[in-house]
């Protein structure tokens, strides 16, 4: 017997079964955005991460405030020395020169102040420039040699041992060879010039802490004496910071200061070691309460300041 052909349910008037129409495997189906047009195939999305990240905000209610109240002012205090100025020309030429000396003196200065402000942040933004270019390995490499060593000389005004690194980096092949080099020649000696600026502010410090009539004070001292150290190291390291350069290093040294501190046990720990081995402070230490603590903070924070300062990465 012949075996009949398997059957399947259906009605009887149905014409012979035929298979179903064979379709194109899903797994090669696209998107209509990528179907091939007119010959010239699939249409390619590029991968922008730049487009897509987040555009800057820009300047915020605060700072539109603070810019036409200042707009306000200048423009309030010019106009009044003008009408001044012309009131004593009025009077007299030989008032209204003086005036005129006398305005034109004060707009001087306060140019020469804008203008070391400018100055300061340039140069907080060299110094984010050179970081940004060591920290990627494919950067020009002409670019990262030149700002290293223009960075290297200016240190070198200070640090002399600086100066000994600047044949290595020219004869550097690679951005984490340049890296290598100034974190071995240059970021070495300032972190020990920095250790000494921290290691006379606290002992300063714990003194002015020791003789302070009133336990009240002692918060006002520690943020004076705290502010000429980070001028002082900022100044070790090339920087010349203004009111608003200051303010910018200090957000940073807070920064690095709070990600590179451990826990109070091993603070406490570094802040009994080093009242230890310092005489002068271990000895006020032992005479005012605090005073040690407030000279361990000045050393801390002076070696902050000096991490904040180099364009390298601090180490973890």
Not at 206 to 226: C, E, F, Y
């Amino acid at each position: 017997m012949s075996a009949d052909p398997p059957r399947r349910p259906g009605f009887a008037d149905d014409s012979a079964a035929e298979p179903p129409p064979t379709r194109t495997s899903d797994a090669l189906r696209t998107p209509a955005l990528l179907v091939e047009e007119g010959g010239k195939g699939a249409v390619a999305v590029p991968w922008a991460p730049a487009d897509l990240s987040v555009p800057r905000a820009g300047m915020g209610t605060l700072g539109l405030a603070a810019s036409g109240i200042a707009v306000l002012l200048a423009t309030w205090a010019g106009f009044g020395l003008a009408s001044v100025v012309a009131d004593q020309f009025a009077t007299s030429p030989l008032l209204g020169w003086l005036s005129l000396a006398a305005a034109g003196t004060g707009a001087a200065l306060l140019g020469a102040a804008m203008l070391r402000e400018v100055r300061g942040l340039a140069s907080l933004g060299t110094v984010d420039g050179l970081a940004a270019l060591l920290a990627d390995p494919a950067a020009p490499i002409e670019e990262t040699r030149s700002r290293a060593l223009a960075w290297v000389r200016s240190v070198a005004r200070r640090v002399p041992e600086a100066d000994r690194v600047i044949p290595a980096i020219s004869a550097a092949g690679s951005v984490a060879e340049i890296a290598a080099h100034l974190r071995a020649g240059v970021a070495a000696p300032l972190a020990g010039e920095a250790a000494r600026i921290g290691r006379r502010a606290a002992v300063q410090g714990g003194a002015i802490v020791a003789l302070s009539p009133s336990p009240g004070l002692d918060g006002v001292i520690a943020l004076w004496r705290g502010l000429r150290v980070v001028r002082e190291v900022a100044t070790l390291h090339g920087l010349r910071p203004g009111l608003f350069g200051t303010a910018r290093l200090m957000r940073r040294t807070i920064s690095i200061a709070a990600t590179t501190a451990g826990a109070d046990l091993i603070a406490q720990t570094a802040a009994e070691g080093f009242v230890g081995a310092t005489p002068v402070v271990r000895d006020l230490a032992a005479a005012v309460p605090g005073a040690g603590i407030a000279a361990f903070r000045l050393y801390r924070l002076a070696v902050a300041t000096a991490a904040a300062c180099l364009p390298l990465p601090p180490k973890a």
